[in-house]
């Protein structure tokens, strides 16, 4: 799939409320869409999408790894958030 429709996919999910990226990670899985890349990098990377926190000691994957909570520019605008991760 073309980067930029995956990009775009992503910030419709993103649009109602942030989400983390294991959950962003789950929902590209169920729609057949594969990244064989980093995803914190690719997320990261577009300039319409911010991390605005983060989880510790989520227990994901073990106590150490955090996990980020993503967001779009216009929901952090709307809700009056800023990004907390530079």
């Not at 942030?18 to 899985?29: D, K």
């Not at 064989?36 to 991390?51: G, S, T, W, Y």
């Not at 605005?52 to 605008?77: C, F, H, K, Q």
Request: no cysteine; glycine share 4%; proline share 2%.
């Amino acid at each position: 799939m073309e980067i930029e429709i995956v990009r775009k996919s992503i910030r419709n999910f993103l649009n109602n409320k942030p989400r983390n990226t294991v959950e962003i990670s789950s929902w590209l899985s169920q729609m057949n869409i594969s990244l064989n890349l980093d995803l914190a990098k690719f997320l990261e990377a577009d300039e319409f999408i911010v991390r605005i926190g983060e989880v510790r000691n989520s227990g994901v994957i073990d106590p150490s790894y955090s996990l980020s909570e993503w967001a779009t520019m216009d929901w952090t605008d709307h809700h009056g958030r800023k990004s907390e991760i530079n």
